[in-house]
């Protein structure tokens, strides 16, 4: 690893997260158990939660990109009032759950690249109906260029920043970014 890489560690994210959103919307990044989790304040914990599972990288970058992408009626619904159906989805099912998740991967890519992380666009359905991936995967790439041109949720774009400072990663994000993590790193089989 080059030197001006830092090594991914969760507990940078934790950190980075909840410096940057802790006071200004009462939410915390914690590590979780097996399933991640989002769990608005309640009488049991007096801040929002994104909840990860087990201390992975990944699991913390996509639940985050869920919670940039939500909106403030949905911060207050746990997992934000998302329908989830596990692994083991039909066809339609897995159609409604690549619908939903194209906004939230393109952002999670985001994090990838500014983190100077290789990305895995994930279709999640290891023993379900397998679709054609490369349609999800050329969609999500297709969001990341509108969020590029037009600019990523607030939130979402705030993260970008504090991520690309923390790895030195030159920002704002540009489609060379993408591109060549594109051809060199994201899996896109």
């Not at 940078?12 to 608005?40: A, M, W």
């Not at 994104?50 to 997992?79: K, N, P, T």
């Not at 759950?97 to 906004?103: A, D, G, L, N, Y």
Request: charged letters at 25%.
């Amino acid at each position: 690893m080059p030197d001006h890489i830092k090594s991914h560690q969760y507990q940078d994210l934790i950190t980075l997260f909840n410096d940057c959103f802790s006071q200004s919307h009462n939410t915390r990044l914690v590590k979780g158990g097996d399933e991640p989790l989002y769990s608005p304040a309640n009488d049991d914990c007096e801040y929002h939660q994104v909840i990860f599972a087990r201390g992975y990288y990944a699991s913390a970058f996509h639940e985050i990109s869920h919670w940039c992408q939500a909106g403030e009626a949905r911060r207050l619904l746990e997992d934000f009032g998302y329908w989830y159906k596990p692994d083991g989805r039909n066809e339609q099912e897995q159609k409604e759950f690549e619908q939903v998740e194209v906004i939230p991967q393109a952002i999670e890519w985001a994090f990838n690249v500014a983190a100077q992380r290789k990305f895995h666009v994930s279709s999640d359905n290891l023993s379900g109906f397998q679709a054609d991936t490369n349609s999800f995967k050329k969609k999500v790439f297709q969001q990341v260029q509108v969020f590029l041109e037009k600019g990523f949720p607030e939130r979402a774009n705030q993260f970008i920043e504090v991520l690309a400072q923390f790895y030195n990663t030159p920002y704002p994000l540009t489609i060379e970014h993408f591109s060549k993590i594109k051809e060199e790193s994201v899996c896109l089989n």
